[in-house]
């Protein structure tokens, strides 16, 4: 691939739509700073630019890496959802309870909520804790 700018304008225009930060990365596919290093460290994802202290990405490599995890995680992870940035995960703790798991994205903690409700569904507790997430 070879690219041309007429101007400097659109150099740096064409830079800020399709190169991202590790902030950036880690918010596009829903995971924390430290899993995107170590996604580096694993050879998962490939920087365009790799300083010591800071790294770029093609958002092009990121949107392909993106799908391939959305498909893992639906195979893998069929009680979790990923909503405004936030990691849900349903787990039953007793029959018919669910535990709602909230991680919010770079804050490297995670809140755990218990509904006091009972569902015939894991469905319906996931959708009951995916709402609780949106009114936030």
Known sequence: MFLQFETKE????????????P????????VSLQAVHQSVKNGK????????RFSLFLKEDIL???????????????FEAIIDGYRVF???????????HI???GLGTAAARRSEETYDSM??????????????
Request: aromatic content about 10%; overall charge positive.
């Open 45 to 52: 994802l490939t920087p365009l630019k790799k300083e010591p």
């Open 64 to 78: 392909n890496r993106k799908k391939e995890l959305e498909m893992l995680r639906s195979k893998y992870r069929p």
């Open 90 to 100: 349903a787990n039953e703790y007793s029959p018919g309870k669910w535990e709602y």
């Open 23 to 30: 902030h950036e990365v880690a918010n596009l596919l829903g």
């Open 103 to 105: 991680y919010g994205v």
């Open 10 to 21: 659109d150099f740096v225009r064409w830079a800020q739509e399709n190169l991202l930060s």
């Open 123 to 136: 469905e319906e507790a996931l959708e009951a804790g995916i709402q609780t997430v949106k009114r936030k």
